[in-house]
């Protein structure tokens, strides 16, 4: 049976989704329509001149991937929260892998929250970000 | 030392009208590699119930961008003029949402930023800016309320 937010129970994954690899082109892209023109990501003198190699992944456009790993499974209607800590840098060429497990089903009232636990891994294995969703779950 | 200019905390900036354009937001959600046609096409947001296309989980941020936009070329200072932020060792620490009500294309919105605190971690080595957006509608109410963490790496 396929897990939806009215049947998942915990322990339940998530179908994984994945992103990139990034480009620079994503990066210019993600800079113009996010209206985040932070040279860091865009302009590889300004990042060097910061101190590094290269440019990096705004930490948003992976939280976007979060955010659609969830509302791919449970709709826009039903996500009441969205919460990420950045963990490390994107790099440039990265492939970012979301995946997301229902850690808790919490039923109050007559509704059903879900919490789901959520990643985001680089080709090596890095955790670059780690966060929450909760999901309403209440048929 | 820190660089943030803390004597900004509590403060609230004062609101900004945004309209969530439906091109902009469209072109929002094809950049994050969304697919799901309520995001993208009006026709497929109606025929699915809404007024318009969805704005994405994560698309508060550009709203609060915008209101930022907005801010710098009314000659206001925007959030980060405003705390001191600086670019150069400026890391994104966390980002968190509350849903209250879903945003669409066409809606016009109210930003408003608050300074909430600013805190130390890792020996004085991190100094973090927290800051609040809150994203209201005049008809519906609260819609999203934000809150992020900035870092500055110092030393």
Redesign the interface.
């Known amino acids: 049976m396929t897990v939806t937010p009215t049947n998942a129970k915990v322990g339940d994954p998530l179908p994984e989704l994945t992103f990139g690899p990034i480009s620079r082109t994503t990066l210019a892209l993600y800079a113009g329509t996010s209206g985040d023109h932070n040279p860091i990501h865009i302009d590889l003198d300004f990042a060097k001149n910061a101190g590094m190699d290269d440019v990096f992944a705004h930490g948003m456009l992976s939280m976007a991937q979060l955010g659609r790993l969830a509302t791919d499974w449970a709709g826009q209607d039903r996500m009441r929260a969205l919460s990420t800590r950045f963990t490390a840098i994107t790099p440039v060429g990265a492939t970012l892998t979301c995946s997301g497990t229902v850690v808790d089903r919490h039923e109050e009232h007559g509704r059903v929250l879900l919490t789901v636990k959520l990643a985001a891994h680089i080709d090596d294995g890095t955790q670059t970000l780690r966060g929450e969703a909760k999901i309403c779950g209440t048929p | 030392m820190g660089i943030f200019n803390r004597s900004t905390k509590g403060h609230v900036t004062p609101p900004i009208e945004v309209t969530l354009e439906r091109g902009?937001l469209a072109?929002?959600s094809e950049?994050?590699?969304?697919s799901?046609p309520?995001y993208l096409d009006p026709e497929a947001a109606q025929a699915a119930g809404h007024p318009d296309i969805?704005a994405?989980?994560?698309y508060a941020?550009?709203v609060g961008?915008?209101a930022?936009?907005i801010a710098r070329r009314k000659g206001l200072p925007d959030i980060l003029e405003l705390i001191n932020g600086d670019?150069?060792?400026?890391?994104?620490?966390?980002?968190?949402?509350?849903?209250h009500d879903?945003m669409f294309a066409g809606d016009v919105v109210t930003v408003e930023n608050e300074v909430t605190d600013f805190t130390d971690a890792k020996g004085g080595k991190l100094e973090i800016a927290h800051i609040t957006t809150r994203i209201t509608h005049p008809m519906r109410g609260l819609l999203v309320e934000a809150t992020r963490g900035i870092i500055h790496r110092l030393g």
Do not use: K, S, W
């Open positions: 902009p072109f929002f950049t994050i590699g969304e799901d309520v969805l994405p989980a994560t941020v550009v961008t915008f930022d936009q670019l150069r060792v400026l890391l994104h620490g966390t980002e968190a949402y509350t849903y879903p």
